[in-house]
Structures are given as C-alpha cells and as structure tokens.
C-alpha cells in the first residue's frame, strides 16, 4: 500500500508562482510512475505532469513551459512548480502514484488533494 500526502496549495494571484509538493510512504520501493492530475469545478479530472521511474516526463500542452515536474527518488517525493499562473489553472490538483510489484500486479494511488485557486 502507498499513502500521498500533498501540500502547498493556496490563493495566488494571476502570474505569480506556487509549488506544490507530495510524499510517498508504504510500499515506496514498488512505485513506478509518480504524477500530478488536477480537477475543476464541473470538469474531467486531467493529466498535468507525470514523471516515470527513469525520468521520462510529460506535460498537459495547457502547461508545458510553466509547470515542471520533480521527484526525488531517494526521498519518495515529486513535486511541481507552477509559473505563470492562470485563472485556467484553479482545480484541486491530486498527487498521483503507480506501482508494479514483481508479480507483475498494477495499482494506482491518490492522495486527497489540495486546492491551488488563481484570481483575477
């Protein structure tokens, strides 16, 4: 089992900057995939950045020259920084977790949560 924690959302105005953190405990040696997708208000929740066990990252195009993903693989983390921000960028953005056990078994893991709200 995998638990994420996530932190570092607030109110923030238009073009400032937030980082956004979250911490892996539990089976932390199986994840494979760490990310960030992200919910609005009457929307489908959406891929925002994802970073694989060998460092491969991608980003949704709404974001890529503003956000950036990182993990620290020793720490179990991954983080992202969000410049440039925009009132398109109000969700609630949800740390993301895959893992692969030697069995060969998938299993994805959310954390709850945290608000990030971009005002005009």
């Known amino acids: 089992q995998v638990q994420l924690v996530e932190s570092g959302g607030g109110l923030v105005q238009i073009g400032e900057s937030l980082r956004l953190s979250c911490a892996a405990s539990?089976?932390?040696?199986?994840?494979?995939?760490m990310g960030w997708w992200r919910q609005a208000p009457g929307k489908q929740r959406e891929l925002v950045a994802f970073m694989t066990e060998s460092g491969n990252s991608d980003y949704a195009d709404s974001v890529k020259g503003r956000f950036t993903v990182s993990r620290d693989y020793a720490e179990y983390t991954v983080s992202l920084r969000m410049n440039t921000l925009k009132p398109d960028d109000t969700a609630v953005y949800y740390c993301?977790?895959?893992?692969?056990?030697?069995?060969?078994?998938?299993?994805?893991?959310w954390g709850q949560g945290t608000q990030v709200t971009v005002s005009s």
């Open positions: 539990g089976s932390t040696s199986s994840i494979t995939t």
């Open positions: 993301y977790a895959a893992t692969l056990t030697m069995f060969g078994v998938r299993k994805e893991y």
